[in-house]
């Protein structure tokens, strides 16, 4: 059996031994897994105490299911496609995820990709931008917006995994994924707007409070 250098239980022995019921074998993969577990489940909400209770959730469909585990895709691969599934069936259950016709935008008949109009820009994000503002953005976006955008620009799933994944059609996903895009760009120049905005008030400001002029400095009085 191997251990890491610290005398931990190697990931491969852990899951082996959590397969056959060993309780600290599944604490040993909570060790290894608890916080990008979290992680995941905190940029798909976009709330702490929610991501929290979806993290526990998806620890105990892992206890549940781990003698499914056949290792055919890495284990961390296989957790975070579980921890997806268990988040989007509790966005699913709240209905947050639907997404009305008329929201969806036109789609090309040939392609079912979103209608691109001439004359606008690429909606593809690009350049480099900051990264606070981005993940303010990101959860600025409706729920059904958010994980479509997370889950193919960020987890890197294609759209027919993705569909399989809400239940939708893969013209839907692209729909969503196109809205996704612009209201992040809406809201992100909006964001560069209102930084500019404040950098002139504050040049402004300076403007009109300049600093105070120096005190006069007497001579010094000459010795009699």
Known sequence: MRRTETGELAEADAIRLAQKGDANAFE??????????????????????????????AFLQLFRKIQTFRGESAFSTWLHRLTVNVVLMRLRRKNVLETSLDELGEQDEESGSPRREIGTPDLTLSGSVDRVNLERAVGQLPPGYRAVFLLHDVEGYEHNEIADMLGCSIGNSKSQLHKARTRLRDLLQEAERDHAREVRQEAKHDLDDPASPEPETRPARQGS
Do not use: I, K
């Open 28 to 57: 040993r993969l909570y060790q290894l897994h608890n916080r990008r577990v979290y992680s995941l489940c905190l940029r798909m909400v976009g709330n702490p105490a929610g991501a929290e209770d979806l993290a526990q959730e």
